[in-house]
Structures are given as C-alpha cells and as structure tokens.
C-alpha cells in the first residue's frame, strides 16, 4: 500500500478524533506554521486559509484532492472559495468526511500505473480448431467453432503480480460476431516463489460487465498475482485486440484522480485530465508521446507553467497509435478539447497546442481543427507513413509499433499505403488557414525517423503572416531529449510571458 501524504488545517487535530486509513502520512496544522516543500496527495480544510496558504496549496496541492468540511464557509471573493473553484474541491459532511479518512484515503496514492498484457504473451487454449490469424501488436483474430458451454480459447502466459490492499482494473478491447459469447476470467494466486499455489479466487466476468470497466482488489495483507484468460462459446469471428491492466482507484479518476476517459463503439480509449490552474489564459494541450507504461505524460511540467492545462493520452498499440483513427476516435479528441475551451470562455488564440515525439502529430493534426495560438513541438513527426518505412532500414532504434500503426490505419503495408497516410496529414494541414498560428519547432538535424520534418513544415506553410521558427540539435531522434525538452519548456514560458501574462 503506497503512502498518502495528508495536510489537514483546522483547530482541531481529526486523527485524534477520526478512524485513519493506515497509508496516511499525517500533516496537522492549526497555523501553518512550517511545511515541507513537498506535494500533498490531499488537504483537508476545517477553516479559513490566509493569501499566504493559499499561494502554498496552489503550488503543492493536486486538483480534485481538496476536501472541504461542511461548517467552513466559501463566502465569495475568499481565499478558500478561491481555492476549491481552482482545485476543483468537494464540500464534505462529517460522515462523508469519516469514510474519506477511513476507506478512501488508498484511492489518493501519488503515482499512476497501467500496462497492456502484451500481445507477444497471448496464446491460443489447446484444442481450437478454427483458424487464427495474427496481426503485430493490433490482435489475433480467431473463426470457428469455440463449443456450446463457456471453454477458455485464449490466455495470457504469466503471472502479473498484484500487491497488497491494491486494487486493479481491466479493459478489454475485442470485436466478435453476435454468434459468439465471451467472459473473462482472472484468478488471484497466492504463493511463495519456487511452491505451488496456497489458494485461488477467481472471478468471472460477463460480456455485459465487460461493457464497462471491470476490477479485482487484493484486500489482504499477501502479495498475489493475477492469471487472466478469455472463455468463448458459440461460433464465429472473434478478434481480441488487448487486455488493459490499471491499478484502479475506484472512480476516483483514471491514472491521476479526475482523469477521464472517452470510449468509442469499437472499445478505442482515449484519456484526458484538465486542471484549472488559474483560469486566466491560455489553455495549454499537451499530447503524450510514444510510452509503453500507460498514463499522462507531462503532468508536473504543465502544472507548474500555473494556467489551466489539458493533458490528453492513448494507449492503444503497443505505446500509442498517434492519436488517428475513426471518424467517431478523432470528432471525441476535437470534442475534449473544445469542451474545455467552453469551460474556461477561451477562443482559439487562447490556447497552445503542444507535445513531444508522437504526441506533436497530435498537436498538429488536432491543431488544424483548432487553429490555436501556438504549435508548439519537440522532434516533429509529420509524414507517419515514411516514419513506417522507415523503421527497418533508417532507424537505428525503430520499433514495429510503427509499422503497427501503418496496418492499422490504412489496412496495408506497401506503399500506397505510406503515401495514404502521409496525405491524411498534409491534405488536412494544407486546407488550414494559419495566418494568426505561431509554429515552434525544436528538432533532431539528423532524425532518423522523420528527418525532413521541419523543412517539410516550412514547405508547406503558405499562409502570410505565419510565423515559425526552430531550434536544431545535432544527433538522431532520441540522442538528446534533456536538450529538446529544455528548449521547450523555455518557449513555452517566454509565449506565456509575452502573449498573456503581460495583458
């Protein structure tokens, strides 16, 4: 069980009067008088804060873990009103307050984790006689005869360990025909390395569950690992495309407490989380890059920029699917983003769209929705079907998942393939009018996985009075990251500077 670093100010000193959770690192404070540098995973408030510790918890408190008790006012104007509309607080009463302290404290722990039952380990039950078909990292479609009674058909090798008190949650992305039934089963395993198995729970869940997010919980003080499989009756096409691990914090948010998640009807996710920071322009977008751990990236960059941010993730494929997909997949990102543009009354020149590696093709592709204010980028990747053929001879460090991405969006892997889905960008960018977009651009000179992507940007942008600059260092595309990311948080301090914090 991680520990939960709590700060309570008030007069009175609730752990000696309330029913703690043992993960809580306790933080009483009748008067501020002295506090670590550090972040608070929560913060109770049972009074009125001065400007002082209002500019402390702004710096060192997460939105949506601010607790309000019900006797302290929010009187318009005052610090602690001020406070709950920025951190997005929640008023409590006593009993609410109680089951927080007692039950829920675990659910606040200060780290994210999610992974994918990597494809590689899936395997097809003993006994299948239908045919099977692989297809990379994007899922193995089966079709044929599963049987007349629920029998397992495909299952993960190896066991995923599951701690103590810890609870985990499961998303599982298939397709099947209407003739086919599936439930998924994940049995808890206690035992010692090197013994056979103590005891066994298992749990099985239905089709109809599985239309939501489903989890297991180890409510014992013994490490346990998880064996999952996937049981099918009936016959037909069945196409299992990932089963996603997350541990779980009980609909307290997805990965960070009031994440949020978008589903399409092809069981594709997409992930956000917005903080209000100080509700003055601009809103900043970050697009998560290429990452194998499930999760945002960027969290304490943007949130210490101190305007309202977005963070927007995927984890689809093996690290991201670089934000293209259906009709339904791309409208739901757009959608995030304009909701929250509504949210705070901000235009599009009041708002940057940014991201590193993967995540600046969603910066851009999304940016020609949204005309922003700024674009801005570190090591571009713009033609994302060159990055594909380039994989196997020009990039030292390339990945499949490129090439993953390249079959699942055009259904191909030749060329006119590549050249589908280089065009589904440029054609779009093209048709955009970006005479009032800035274009930031730190680069890699020698990128060895889109090489000509600045200088492509350049050639492309036509519109008069864009402005555009970049920022080139020498070595391949991953060879010097601390010095693109330096570079742009830089930038993104000095257009905060100069086009809104001065006004």
Known sequence: METVRILQLGTEDFSKTMEISACAEWHYEPDFSSLPEKDFDVVVL???????????????????????????????????????????????????????????????????????????????AWGFQGSVSWRGYEGVDLNGEYGSEFEQIV?????????????????????????????????????????????????????????HIVYVENKDNTRKFIFASLRAKGQGHLTVTALHSRHSRRGKGYFLPGGKRKVTSDREEVFYY?????????????????????????????RRMGHPFLLIAEARLEGGAFYV?????????EQIIRKHMEKLGFQNSQVILSGL??????????????????????????????????????????????????????????????????????????????????????????DDMDGDAYETLLFHIKDAGVRIYGKGLHGRHNDNTPGIVGWFVNQYREIIRNDFDRT
């Open 155 to 211: 299952f993960w090798r190896y066991n995923y360990p599951l701690a103590e008190n810890q609870a985990t949650e499961f998303w599982l992305e298939y397709t099947k025909d209407d003739s086919v039934e599936i439930s998924l089963e994940i049995s808890l395993i206690h035992f010692a390395y090197g013994t056979v198995p103590k005891s066994q729970n298992v749990r099985i869940f239905t089709e109809k569950e599985l239309d």
């Open 46 to 124: 049972d009074r009125e804060i001065t400007e002082d510790e209002f500019d402390y918890l702004m710096r060192f408190l997460r939105a949506y873990c601010l607790f309000v008790t019900e006797t302290t006012e929010l009187r318009k104007g005052n610090a602690v009103r001020k406070l709950f509309v920025r951190k997005v607080g929640r008023k409590v009463s006593e009993e609410e307050l109680k089951r927080l302290l007692r039950d829920d404290l675990p659910d606040y722990f200060p780290g994210s984790y999610g992974e994918k039952f990597q494809p590689y380990d899936l395997s097809i």
């Open 325 to 333: 997909g259906s009709k339904e997949y791309e409208n739901g990102i």
């Open 357 to 446: 590696s993967m995540g600046t093709f969603g910066a851009l592709y999304y940016g020609c929705r949204i005309r922003p204010n700024t674009i801005l980028l570190g090591k571009p990747l713009t033609s994302i079907g060159n990055v594909a053929a380039n994989t196997r001879i020009k990039c030292s460090e390339g990945s499949n998942a490129w090439v993953d991405v390249l079959q699942k969006a055009c259904g191909s892997q030749n060329q006119d393939a590549v050249s589908q889905l280089n065009h589904k960008f440029w054609d779009s960018f093209d048709s955009t009018d970006w005479s009032n977009t800035r274009f930031a651009v730190a680069y890699m000179i020698e």
């Open 274 to 302: 917005f903080d209000p920071g100080n509700l003055r322009p601009p809103l900043n977008v970050y697009f998560s890059g290429y990452k194998t751990q499930e999760g945002f990236e960027g969290y304490y960059m943007m």
